[in-house]
């Protein structure tokens, strides 16, 4: 028998039992995403900005692969929880999703990120997703592909409140609003929004940033004005991110865009928990351990010595790296090894004959895996070859001792976001209550993925 620190999954039945065991097989570790989370955290949104007859609608944002979580399965858990919109930045994903089914009957898309120049401006067109212009060429591409097309292209207008990424700013405006209002006359562009994007709402501790988010808002609501006095009012405003949506009632509109609420994490540790906002991580991370052995005091581990057996231990290799997307930042030194300073590796809950603890990374994280020091004796812990331990998941309380993406954030100096999104897809997704999901989307689901 070995010792598992992951809970023990919800498997629907034989099928999804054997495509757990598929995984398995296949690769040492294994992402498991709960579709009844990414479900229950939409509904939980959609409840916070008033409800589906509040007058402002939910996007669920699934860029990047969902944050990794996988697009079409996080998608349909978004729609289930009660999203209109569908949010991706590049404008590939967004085809995908409609690809897949997800048709205009169903959900709004909007796409946001595309090189004006080659953009497939005319599928996205054909396809009823809706492109933002935040550029004088984008609205004259956006524009000449509706033309060839002969149907409107359905654009949001992209305004720089402060954020300096994407989008006009106030300067360029008029020459914005002149090329909008001719296209639109021309019947060529459906001007059907505007919405601009927020730098620090996830700070409220910081009183400069609370400030420079109401002087965003102020922007926002100058750009709407000059919008409005064109003759082009924006029928959907959108401004709201996760933090915004949680924590700025006043600025919800008609639209709010949350991603990582979705997924379940609060966006900065400064906003709390994620329990604190009603939110539940819907990834769990796990993996099996390779070769487990017993190494002497003194002895390296892993890569440049940053890290010396401090005494008689055992060491476990655990077999995913950065080449996982584990971050080579979540490294362990200790004051032993050749860098003389302490800094604690990645978190991972490891099972024992005494229950569970947790261990971590301990030296360089390496491509294909990294090393955790049991600190103590494998025979005397139980611990074994084979075993599951679980790097991250919903966090599951103190006694469960369950380490959640924020802690390998910490670990990493990063933010959970780039956790979970740059975990690449060798590593098996498999999903969990895809019975949350109507039948005709379970159909859309790779039906080796189902639990
Ligand atoms: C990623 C993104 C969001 C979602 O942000 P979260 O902090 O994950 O809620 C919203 N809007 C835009 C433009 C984005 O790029």
Not at 144 to 171: C, E, L, M, W, Y
Not at 357 to 380: F, N, Y
Not at 383 to 394: A, N
Not at 423 to 441: G, H, K, Q, S
Request: hydrophobic content about 40%.
């Amino acid at each position: 028998m070995t010792l598992n620190a992951a809970p023990q999954w919800r498997i629907s039945g034989e099928q999804g039992q054997r495509n757990y065991e598929r995984a398995l097989r296949r690769y040492p570790a294994q992402a498991i995403v709960d579709l009844k989370a990414l479900r229950d955290n939409m509904a939980h949104l959609v409840d916070v900005v008033g409800g589906p007859n509040s007058g402002t609608a939910v996007m669920g944002v699934v860029k990047a692969d969902a944050y990794g979580h996988g697009l079409v399965p996080a998608a349909l858990a978004a729609l289930a929880g009660g999203a209109t919109w569908l949010g991706t930045a590049q404008s590939h994903e967004a085809l995908v999703l409609r690809k897949a089914g997800i048709g205009p009957d169903r959900a709004h898309i909007l796409t946001w990120l595309y090189n004006g120049a080659e953009a497939p401006f005319g599928e996205l067109i054909e396809n009823d997703i809706d492109i933002s212009v935040g550029s004088l060429d984008g609205i004259d591409a956006v524009a000449a592909a509706a033309r060839t097309i002969g149907r409107p292209a359905r654009v949001h207008v992209k305004v720089d409140s402060g954020f300096g990424r994407n989008g006009f700013t106030p300067q360029i405006f008029d020459a914005a609003l002149a090329k909008l209002t001719r296209y639109a006359s021309e019947g060529v562009l459906d001007i059907v929004g505007q919405w601009s994007h927020l730098a620090v709402a996830d700070m409220p501790s910081n009183e400069e940033f609370v400030a420079a988010t109401d002087a965003q808002v102020e922007n926002f609501k100058a750009f709407t004005a000059r919008m409005e006095k064109a003759g082009i009012p924006p029928r959907i405003r959108h401004l709201a991110n996760t933090a915004a949506t949680l924590n700025r009632p006043e600025i919800h509109f008609e639209l709010t865009r949350p991603g990582v609420g979705l997924y379940g994490y609060e966006p900065d540790p400064d906003m709390g928990e994620p329990s604190d906002w009603g939110l539940t991580p819907a990834m769990t991370l796990q993996a099996q351990l390779g070769t487990v052995k017993d190494v002497e005091a003194g002895h390296g581990i892993s890569y440049g010595r940053t890290y010396l057996a401090e005494e008689d231990t055992s060491t476990a290799v655990m077999p995913v790296g950065y080449a996982d997307g584990i971050h080579r930042s979540a490294s362990g030194f200790n004051t032993a090894g050749a860098k003389g300073i302490v800094h604690l590796g990645g978190p991972v809950r490891l099972m024992t004959v005494d229950g569970p603890r947790i261990v971590r990374v301990s030296g360089r994280v390496c491509m294909d895996q990294c090393v955790l020091d049991l600190r103590g004796k494998a025979s005397e812990l139980g611990v074994r070859e084979g075993d599951t331990v679980v790097l991250f998941g919903p966090g599951r309380g103190e006694v469960y001792a369950e380490p959640t993406a924020d802690d390998w954030a910490r670990a990493a100096d990063t933010i959970s976001y780039e956790i979970f999104t740059c975990l690449r897809n060798r590593i098996p997704r498999l999903y969990l209550n895809a019975d949350v999901l109507p039948e005709a989307d379970r159909a859309m689901l790779d039906p080796e993925s189902v639990l």
